[in-house]
């Protein structure tokens, strides 16, 4: 079940949630344009979100190569090979990510492994988050 937002009903100021289903004292808020400022809004804490997660994949990637697990050539051809999805994630987009992942071939340090390791940390993400 997709998330909603809700607004607290009978307050001076209202809080306001993003939840899965309606809490005591709150109401849907269904006026399309507040939504969409909501939307917008939440977009600048994922988009937060994709780029922490890209610098972190980053770092770890730069480690690799300083311990000579991988070569400098090979993450650059891993750095293009995932450019969709990084592009995807420092955007703030996790679902699309999410859904763009299991179509990407493996390829050269691109194995399974990787593959699964990310494809589950964009899962948990979007199941925390959407």
């Not at 309606?22 to 507040?34: K, N, S």
């Not at 955007?91 to 390829?107: F, H, I, V, Y």
């Amino acid at each position: 079940m997709a998330k909603r937002y809700y607004k607290e009903y009978n307050q001076g100021i209202p809080a306001i949630c993003f939840e899965e289903e309606q809490p005591e004292g709150f109401l849907p808020i269904t006026d399309y344009y507040e939504r969409v400022k909501l939307h917008a809004s939440r977009y600048f804490r994922l988009q937060e979100d994709g780029l922490a997660y890209f610098h972190e994949f980053q770092a770890k990637m730069y480690i690799n190569i300083l311990d000579g697990v991988y070569t400098a050539e090979e993450v650059l051809a891993l750095q293009a090979h995932l450019k969709t999805v990084s592009d995807e994630l420092k955007e703030g987009s996790w679902l699309t990510a999410q859904m763009t992942l299991p179509a990407m071939p493996l390829s050269g340090v691109f194995d399974q492994a990787m593959k699964d390791e990310i494809q589950a940390d964009i899962d948990q993400y979007v199941l925390d988050n959407y």
